[in-house]
């Protein structure tokens, strides 16, 4: 067999759904999955393609459809047990949130446990086996079983129907032929959201953005910009749909804040979690009052902040 060099995204033809492997080298060897030892593969300009679920991180909860990840670093590899906190830009992390950005699906190969109490009901008995495709649905930090800073994603398993392939991309040529550009349509869950409280977070700004000031005009007289939920909503943080959890800002800084690249003081100055820059306060409408418990929970499980400015 030949060794895949590249990523590919999604079933790997000739490997279905319950194949069963005899070692992490014929996985690799399969394309199923591109490291020896690393339990996630790929990389965070990417996505990650694959990850191995065997029970190395006492951390991790294997449900079956959906699966609790810890992320990688911070393992000491002779006990097992967790002895630093983990960074979401180590490159198996970052591969992660790039795949939840992006909605790339990651193939799960769950592997025989990897010592006691750390098995799975859904584990193999025997090698590795490739189990289909899961997305990655949310991630955030936390504080695990060893004391340490943890980072966990969530993957729910994807049905067929659910899987769009992406399109070969056409040659040069090909790709400015004249004519409407194809159309996938793919399954995906969303949470209900109460509109009338996002729009009146808009016209209270008049689409400015809280953190940079900008407002984004699309037509004449009409301007977007979007409403950011401060703690995020669903599983596992259950954040509310209130005025007070929200914010209104452009795609640019949502995005930002959304990943934790951004994040709140309690006095409301905005501080870019990279460089730990205080970029200044918070514009804050004379009736918007927003609630600290939600802008400290971001700061702590999204940012993952444990020392604020």
């Not at 991790?60 to 047990?81: K, M, Q, S, W």
């Not at 809280?210 to 909503?233: D, F, M, T």
Request: include cysteine; proline fraction near 6%.
């Amino acid at each position: 067999m030949k060794a895949h060099n590249t990523l590919k995204f999604g079933h790997i033809p000739g490997h279905p759904v319950g194949s069963v492997y005899r070692s992490r080298e014929e996985l690799r060897l399969a394309g199923l999955h591109s490291a020896n030892q690393a339990g996630i593969s790929g990389n965070p300009r990417e996505g990650a393609d694959a990850i191995v679920v065997s029970g190395g991180y006492i951390d991790d909860e294997d449900n079956g459809d959906v699966i609790l990840y810890t992320g990688e670093g911070g393992r000491d590899a002779n006990t097992g047990r967790q002895v630093r906190d983990q960074e979401i830009t180590s490159r198996g992390n970052a591969a992660l949130v790039r795949s939840q950005l992006e909605g790339l699906p990651v193939r799960v190969i769950r592997g025989r446990p990897k010592g006691k109490g750390h098995g799975s009901p859904h584990a193999p008995s025997y090698g590795y086996r490739y189990d289909g495709l899961y997305r990655v649905e949310d991630h955030w930090a936390t504080i695990g079983k060893d004391g340490y800073r943890i980072w966990r994603f969530r993957l729910v398993k994807l049905e067929d129907d659910d899987i769009a392939e992406p399109p070969e991309v056409a040659p040069i040529p090909e790709a400015h032929r004249v004519g409407p550009a194809p159309v996938t349509v793919s399954t995906i869950q969303r949470i209900v959201r109460n509109s009338t409280v996002a729009q009146l977070i808009k016209d209270w700004y008049g689409h400015e953005c809280q953190i940079c000031g900008q407002a984004i005009q699309v037509r004449k007289n009409e301007y977007y910009s979007e409403a950011a939920h401060i703690r995020p909503l669903g599983r596992p943080h259950q954040g509310p749909d209130v005025l007070e959890n929200l914010l209104c800002l452009c795609p640019n800084d949502h995005v930002r804040f959304d990943n934790g690249a951004l994040y709140l003081s309690d006095q409301l100055q905005v501080i870019n979690t990279l460089t730990g820059e205080v970029m200044g306060p918070l514009r804050v409408h004379k009736n918007h009052k927003i609630d600290l418990n939600h802008v400290a929970y971001h700061r702590t499980h999204v940012a993952a902040v444990t020392q604020p400015r």
